[in-house]
């Protein structure tokens, strides 16, 4: 079952959507719906996806809650139409998921033409407050005045006949859930049954009775009063939606609005009126918060100059100093440079002179050792022909004749003269072999190095 609760801004359609929803109707996740707040301090119990669909057909045709006068729903433009049937669609069949759903939202009392056709099983259970109750707290609200307020109610209820005019409807009196809640609440579940929301319980009575406070029910009035407030044909319907009349509220709804449009229109006139003065008050303090917003940004962008350009002076200042040190670096790289290619130049002539004289030195040192080595060759030469001349000296005959020689030598001179004279050819011999094989080692070591 779709439950649909229906009825004016500030009539309890709050309360009564929460105590369906104990009975076990889903209404959806916390996160939906709008929080509570010092005028509904049990919760709104109020959708808040249903009321941005409710207001964007509202919108289109420049109209609001409280400015519905104008508001035609079958010339809602195709575009809006068509965006509104995609989203309630995709919404409704996540509503649909369940058994039996409640939603709630002041404005279906007159946008409730473009929905019923995407409903199935839909039930209105209509909350019916004193219209001069909801009237005033209207205007503790909103400050809407009290004719208007009446006006606006009995605008709303009279949609919400017109629209349900083929729907099962169940009345809920708010005078009543407030004076008998748990009486209330009991009949309510008896009639959702009666209609088909089998799985419907009605909620315990300490459920209720926590639920519904008393303390809660402000801008109370009495009935002789609301009834002086009443036109003629406000008290008419009233009355015939009060005993749950539906034929004759039906009727009722379909008497031109006569005073009701008149006190609308001239609340509508001031509410757009108000509303121009509001937006054009707002642009003067968008101006105004403009203006002093770029004067603000003028002297933040003026400070930023300055201090921009006494960065570029300082930046000017350390480039001239940067490039003032970098030509006394270039020139002391180049005096350097010059100095080191002085040096470099006077190392390669020194290198050149000392490889000059080492090649000298060298050849020098070759010719030496070329000449030495010839000496010792010389000298090797005549070393073996003195060892060659004194073997065949040894070997030949001719010694016996040298002895012969020598003893004839000494009987003619003497024996001693002979023999030290033979000494002393010996002697010198030996000696002069032995410098020769001194000189030859010293020559060979001479080479080595």
Known sequence: MQILVMGM?????????????????????????????????????????????????????????????????????????????????????????????????????????????????????????????????????????????????????????????????????????????????RQLAIRLKELGASTLQAPSDSQVLEFVDARLHRNQVHAAESKAQLTPTQEQFFAALARADWASAWRSAQTPLGV??????????????????????????RSEKTRADYERRLKRATTAATQLQAALDQMAGEKAAETALRAALDEQLAQRTKHYEKVLAESAAREEDLLRQLSNLQCATLDKHQRVRALIGDANKLLARMDKSAQAIEQSSSWRFGNLVVRSLRSLSGRSRGGTVFRQMSEQSLNARNKLDVAVAYLSQSLDV
């Not at 509904?40 to 409280?66: H, S, T, Y």
């Not at 839909?122 to 005045?145: T, Y």
């Not at 229109?265 to 642009?283: F, I, P």
Request: hydrophobic share 40%.
């Open 9 to 185: 801004h500030r009539s309890g359609t709050s309360m009564v959507t929460r105590l369906i929803n104990l009975m076990g109707a889903y209404f959806g996740s916390e996160a939906i719906a709008t929080k509570p707040n010092d005028e509904n301090p049990k919760g709104f119990w109020e959708r808040r996806d249903i009321r941005k669909l409710n207001d964007e057909l509202l919108f289109a045709q420049d109209c609001d809650w409280n400015r519905v006068l104008h508001y035609q729903p079958e010339v809602v433009d195709a575009d809006t139409q068509e965006r509104f049937i995609e989203k309630a669609t995709k919404l409704l069949q996540e509503l649909d998921a369940h058994d039996s759903w409640v939603a709630k939202e002041p404005r279906l009392c007159v946008t409730l033409p473009l929905w019923l056709p995407l409903l199935r099983t839909p039930v209105a259970v209509i909350v019916l407050r004193d219209p001069l109750e909801i009237a005033s707290s209207l205007k503790q609200r909103n400050g809407i005045p009290l004719t208007a307020g009446v006006a606006l109610a009995h605008y709303y209820y009279r949609n919400v006949i017109l629209s349900t005019h083929h729907l099962d409807k169940i009345l809920v009196q708010h005078r009543h859930l407030i004076s008998d809640p748990v009486g209330a609440v």
């Open 260 to 285: 009701d449009r008149e006190t609308l229109e001239l609340y509508e006139h001031a509410v757009t009126q108000q509303r121009r003065a509001h937006q054009a008050e707002a642009e003067a303090r």
